[in-house]
C-alpha cells in the first residue's frame, strides 16, 4: 500500500488514461534515493488493465554498455520488428546486435525505437516503464528521450524514474518529496503490525513479540519523520534497526540517524568475507553467470550468494543479480577498498568479451595501459557504428587517459570530442576538443584537424564570427571551404570575397569553383562562369553538402528557384543516406527553399521537425534558423504574436552568436509581419533599417532576396527614390540570372519603381503590361499571386474592375491554399471594391491540413507507403495511419486513391526573391 501519494497516483493515471485514448505522454518521477519512485513504477505497471507493459532498469555498471538498457526493455517485442520501415528496422536491428546493418544515424535508430513501440503499443496501448533513468545508458537514453517527446499521436504512456537532478530534456517531471506527516504516521504503524514485523530480516521470536507490543508515540513518530524528511525508505529500514525500547520512546533514538548509504552500512560491515566478496562482484556487474565464475575463481560462490539472499540484500532475476535497493550496492562499493575492486574487476575481466572485458579492464588498471585503452577504443567504434556517440564519447575519453603516447591521446580526445558533438553533447565535446588541442604536441596536420572541428563547434553552437577566424587559418580546401561558410553565416563579405582568392589557388574542381566563384561575385562580378561550370556538375553530386554548395551557387547567381530546387535535392539525400547528426543543419536550407517556393506548409512542417532536431542535438545556431524560417511563415499568415515571439527567440541567438544570415531572417520576419497588414512606412523603416545591417546582424543575401518587397514597401510608403535606388542594386545582383522566375521577379519590381512618368513610357513598359509580362514568366505560383494581386489594385484604380477580377480571384484563391492570410485579406477587399461582392468559392480542403497532414498527403499522392512516409519523416507507421485516419474526413474522403486525386503539388520549378 501506497501512503499520502494520492496526487501523483492521479497523475499517473492521467498518462496512462489519455495515452489509453491514443494521446501518449510522458511523465519523469524525479526525487532522492527511497522516495518511492520504484514503488510508483510499480503501481503504474499494474494500472494500464490490457495494455502491454515494458520495463527496463538502470543498472550503474552497465551505465557505459551501449544500449544495453534499450536491449533489455525491448528484447519482449523484437519480433514486431519486420513491421517497420527498412531503414528503421536495420539501425534498431543493428544497436540491439540482432544483425542489421549498423547506420551510424542516432535520429533514424530513435525514429526505429518509436515506431517499435509504437507496433508494441497494439491493440490495446503500451506503459513503458524505466527505473533509475539516470544509470541507463546514454545511447538508450538518446532514443527512448527522442520517443519521449514524440508520443502524443500513440497509444503509449512512458513514465521515467530518475534520482536527483540528472537531466531529462522536453518531458515534465513530477517531483516527489517526502511523505506528509499523517500519511509517514501511517506507514510507521504498518510497520509495526504483524505481517511487517514477520518480514524484519533475522529477528529473533522474542524480539518480535515484543515489537509487536510496543506502540510507537506520537513524538516518536514526529521525530523519525523530521530526522529523514519523511522518506520512505529511511523510515523503513530505520524502524527495522531499533529496538522496542526506542520505539516505545523509552530509550533515546541513535543520534545521528542512519542515512544514504548509511542505512546499510552496519548490514554490509556484518557480512562474512566471502559473502562481502561476491557483493561486491554484484556491485561491479550485473551477469549473475560471470559473478558466480568470478567469485568461484576468487575462491567463494553459491553459499555466499545465498547468504546475501537470505540477509534480503540482493535478489536473482533471470540471468541477473540485483540489488534489493541501489542504495545497498553503493553502501557495498563504499565499503571496499580500492585494491578490493580492482580485484574484483581484473577477476571479471579475465572472464567476459568486448564492451564489458574493456570497461572491467580499464576499472583495474592502475596507471597508463595501451592495451586497455586500445581495447577501449574498439568499444567506441561499435557504439558509434551504431549511434552510440554519447557512450563511444565516453569510452573514447577513458582511452584517452589511459593512453601513453601524447599524440594518440590527443587523437583519441578529438575523436572523442566528435562522439560527444554527434550525440547532442556540445559542452562535453568542447571541453574534450580544448584538451585534445594541449596533447598535440606541435602536430601540424593534427592541430588543423582539431581547429577545423572546433570552428564547426563555433559555428553551430558558438560564435560564427569566431568560427570564421579559427578557419581561415587553415590551407586546405575543406578548411577554406568551412571557413567562408562560416564568413557567409556572419555575412561578412570581404572574408568570403578573400578565401575565395585563396581557394582560386586549388586545382579546378567543384567545390573550388564554388568557392572561387562566390569570392569574385562579392568583389567584382565576374564569378558567374565559375558558378555556372560548377552548377554544370551537380550530376556528380552524391553528398548532401554537395547539394547545399550548389544551392549557395545558385542563389549568388540571383537563381533562387533553382537554389530552393537544390535545397530540396540536399534534403533528400541527407534523409536517404543518414548524415549523422547533420539532418537539422541541411533541413535549415530546405525549410527555406520551401518557403521560397511558395510552400509555407511544408516549409513549416520541416522547420518544426528541423527545430525539434536541432534542440536534441544541441546546435543552437540551427535553432535561430528554424525559430527565424518559422517567424517569417508567422507573418505571413499574418499571426503577429507567434512572429514576433519567434522573431525575438531567433534574434536572441543569432545577435550574440553573429549569426548575421539567421538575424536578417528574423528582422526580415518582422518586415513582411508590417507589410502583410498594409504598415507600409512601418515595414519600409524595418527593410531599410535591414539594409543597413553590418556583418553578424544582417546579410546581403538577405537583402537582396527582401529586396521585391523592399520596393512594394517603399512604394507603399511614398518613397520612389527608395524604391528606384532599390531596383538599380537588385538589376545588379540578378545581371545573371537565367531562369524565368527571376526575370518575372525583376519585371514586377521594375513596374512598381518605375522608370518616369507613366505618360513618358512605352507602351510595353507601363506598369500593367509589365505585371502582365511578370505573370507570363512566373513558375512560383504564390509569387504569382503576389503580382497578381498588385496588377489586379492597379487595374481597379484605373477604372478597368472587369479586368482587374479574374487576377484578384487567382490571387485570393492561391494565398487562402498557402494560408497567407493577410494578402488574402487585401485580395479580398480589393475584388469586394471591384465589385465582386460574392464570397469566392474556396477549393478543396486542403487548407484545413495540418502542416504535418499535409506533408503526408503530398507523400501519399507521390505513391508512397505509410512504410516509405515514415522512413522520411522519422516517424513510426502507426503515426502516419493515424495522420491518415484524420486527413480522410477533414477532406470528406475515405481511400489514398480519392487523397491523391485531391492533392495537387507544386512541383514546377519556382522562384521567390520576395520570400527568404
Known amino acids: 500500500m501506497l501512503f499520502g501519494r494520492s496526487a501523483e497516483i492521479a497523475a499517473i493515471d492521467d498518462v496512462i488514461s489519455r495515452a489509453r485514448e491514443g494521446a501518449g505522454a510522458a511523465l519523469v518521477l524525479r526525487g532522492e534515493a527511497g522516495v518511492g519512485k520504484t514503488a510508483l513504477l510499480d503501481l503504474a505497471a499494474s494500472r494500464g488493465g490490457s495494455m502491454r507493459v515494458l520495463r527496463t532498469t538502470g543498472v550503474e555498471p552497465e551505465s557505459d554498455l551501449a544500449f544495453a538498457a534499450l536491449h533489455q526493455l525491448l528484447r519482449p517485442v523484437a519480433g514486431l520488428l519486420d513491421a517497420l520501415p527498412g531503414p528503421q528496422r536495420e539501425a534498431v536491428r543493428g544497436a540491439l546486435g540482432l544483425g542489421g546493418g549498423a547506420s551510424g544515424d542516432r535520429f533514424l535508430l530513435a525514429a526505429g525505437v518509436l515506431s517499435l513501440l509504437a507496433e508494441a503499443a497494439a491493440p490495446d496501448g503500451l506503459v513503458c516503464v524505466v527505473d533509475d533513468f539516470q544509470w541507463v545508458d546514454r545511447a538508450s537514453a538518446d532514443a527512448l528521450l527522442f520517443a519521449a517527446r514524440r508520443l502524443p499521436t500513440e497509444r503509449i504512456a512512458m513514465l521515467l524514474a530518475v534520482r536527483g537532478d540528472a537531466p531529462v530534456k522536453g518531458v515534465p517531471p513530477l517531483r516527489l518529496g517526502g511523505l506528509p506527516e499523517p500519511a509517514a504516521a501511517e506507514l510507521l504503524d504498518g510497520l509495526l503490525e ?3 514485523v514477520e518480514q524484519f530480516d533475522g529477528l529473533p521470536e522474542p524480539a518480535a513479540a515484543e515489537l509487536l507490543d510496543a506502540a510507537m508515540p506520537p513524538a516518536v513518530k514526529r521525530e523519525l519523520v523530521a530526522a529523514t524528511g519523511g522518506n520512505p525508505l529511511a523510515l523503513r529500514e530505520i524502524v527495522r534497526r531499533l529496538g522496542p525500547g526506542q520505539l516505545a520512546g523509552r530509550e533515546p533514538l541513535p543520534d545521528p540517524l542512519p542515512g544514504g548509504t548509511r542505512l546499510f552500512g552496519e548490514q554490509v560491515a556484518a557480512l562474512p568475507d566471502d559473502a562481502r566478496l561476491v557483493a561486491l562482484l554484484a556491485a561491479v556487474e550485473s551477469d549473475l553467470d560471470l559473478v558466480l565464475r568470478a567469485a568461484a575463481r576468487m575462491g567463494t560462490g553459491r553459499a555466499a550468494l545465498h547468504e546475501l539472499e537470505v540477509a534480503g540484500l540482493v535478489r536473482v532475476e533471470g540471468a541477473s543479480v540485483r540489488f534489493r535497493h541501489p542504495l545497498i550496492r553503493s553502501a557495498v562499493h563504499e565499503a571496499a577498498a580500492p585494491a578490493s575492486r580492482r580485484a574484483a574487476h581484473e577477476a571479471l575481466a579475465a572472464l567476459s568479451e568486448g564492451d564489458r572485458r574493456a570497461w572491467h579492464l580499464a576499472a583495474a588498471a592502475l596507471g597508463q595501459d595501451e592495451s586497455v585503452a586500445a581495447a577501449l577504443a574498439e568499444t567506441a567504434d561499435r557504439a558509434r557504428d551504431r549511434g552510440g556517440y554519447g557512450d563511444a564519447a565516453t569510452a573514447l575519453a577513458r582511452a584517452a587517459e589511459l593512453t601513453p603516447a601524447p599524440r594518440t591521446r590527443a587523437v583519441r580526445l578529438k575523436d572523442a570530442a566528435t562522439a560527444a558533438w554527434l550525440g547532442g553533447r556540445p559542452g562535453q565535446a568542447e571541453s574534450l576538443l580544448a584538451e585534445a588541442r594541449d596533447h598535440a604536441g606541435g602536430d601540424r596536420a593534427l592541430e588543423m584537424e582539431i581547429a577545423q572541428l572546433r570552428g564547426r563547434f563555433e559555428l553551430n553552437s558558438g560564435s560564427a564570427a569566431e568560427a570564421v577566424r579559427i578557419l581561415a587559418a587553415g590551407d586546405s580546401l575543406d578548411m577554406l571551404a568551412d571557413a567562408a561558410e562560416a564568413a557567409s553565416y556572419v555575412g561578412d563579405t570581404a572574408a568570403i570575397a578573400e578565401l575565395g582568392r585563396r581557394a ?12 572561387a566563384g562566390i569570392g569574385l561575385m562579392l568583389s567584382d562580378g565576374t564569378g558567374h562562369e565559375l558558378l555556372r561550370r560548377a552548377l554544370d556538375r551537380t550530376g556528380e553530386l552524391t553528398e548532401a553538402a554537395g547539394f547545399l554548395w550548389a544551392t549557395a551557387a545558385a542563389s549568388y547567381l540571383g537563381e533562387a528557384d533553382l537554389a530552393a530546387e537544390l535545397a530540396a535535392r540536399a534534403g533528400r539525400v541527407a534523409r536517404m543516406s543518414g548524415m549523422v547528426g547533420q539532418l537539422p543543419v541541411v533541413l535549415e536550407f530546405v525549410a527555406t527553399g520551401e518557403r521560397i517556393a511558395g510552400r509555407l506548409a511544408e516549409s513549416q512542417a520541416l522547420s518544426e521537425e528541423g527545430l525539434e532536431l536541432a534542440r536534441d542535438a544541441g546546435y543552437a545556431n540551427t535553432v535561430a534558423a528554424h525559430l527565424a524560417n518559422l517567424a517569417v511563415l508567422a507573418a505571413l499568415r499574418g499571426e503577429e504574436e507567434t512572429c514576433r515571439g519567434h522573431a525575438q527567440e531567433a534574434l536572441a541567438i543569432a545577435i550574440p552568436h553573429r549569426v548575421g544570415l539567421r538575424a536578417g531572417v528574423a528582422a526580415y520576419a518582422l518586415a513582411m509581419l508590417d507589410l502583410g497588414a498594409g504598415r507600409f512606412a512601418a515595414a519600409h523603416d524595418r527593410f531599410t533599417a535591414i539594409v543597413a545591417a553590418g556583418p553578424g546582424a544582417g ?20 518613397d520612389l527614390e527608395a524604391a528606384r535606388a532599390a531596383l538599380e542594386a537588385y538589376e545588379r545582383w540578378s545581371a545573371q540570372a537565367g531562369t524565368a522566375e527571376s526575370r518575372a521577379l525583376l519585371t514586377r519590381c521594375r513596374a512598381l519603381a ?9 507602351e510595353k513598359e507601363l506598369p500593367e503590361k509589365a505585371l502582365e509580362e511578370a505573370l507570363r514568366l512566373h513558375a512560383n505560383p504564390y509569387e504569382a499571386a503576389r503580382t497578381a494581386l498588385l496588377l489586379g489594385e492597379r487595374l481597379r484604380r484605373a477604372h478597368r474592375p472587369g479586368e482587374a477580377r479574374p487576377h484578384l480571384r487567382a490571387a485570393l484563391e492561391t494565398f487562402r491554399r ?9 485580395a479580398h477587399g ?37 512504410k516509405e512516409i515514415a522512413a522520411q519523416l522519422f516517424l513510426s507507421p502507426r503515426t502516419v495511419e493515424y495522420h491518415l485516419y484524420k486527413i480522410y474526413p477533414k477532406l470528406g474522403i475515405g481511400t489514398r486513391t480519392e487523397l491523391a486525386r485531391l492533392v495537387v503539388l507544386q512541383k514546377a520549378p519556382v522562384g521567390g526573391g520576395g520570400m527568404l
Open 504 to 515: 582560386a589557388a586549388f586545382p579546378e574542381g567543384f567545390l573550388r569553383d564554388v568557392l
Open 818 to 826: 498557402a494560408g497567407a492570410e493577410p494578402w488574402a485579406r487585401r
Open 699 to 718: 546579410h546581403p543575401t538577405v537583402v537582396w532576396r527582401s529586396t521585391p518587397d523592399r520596393i512594394e514597401a517603399a512604394v507603399g510608403a511614398g
Open 754 to 762: 518605375g522608370a518616369g512618368p507613366e505618360k513618358e513610357l512605352p
Open 830 to 866: 480589393e475584388l469586394r471594391a471591384a465589385g465582386e461582392s460574392a464570397e469566392p468559392a474556396r477549393g478543396p480542403a486542403l487548407d484545413a491540413l495540418t502542416p504535418q497532414e499535409l506533408r503526408i498527403a503530398g507523400l501519399v499522392a507521390d505513391g508512397l507507403s505509410s
Open 194 to 196: 504483524p505481517a511487517a
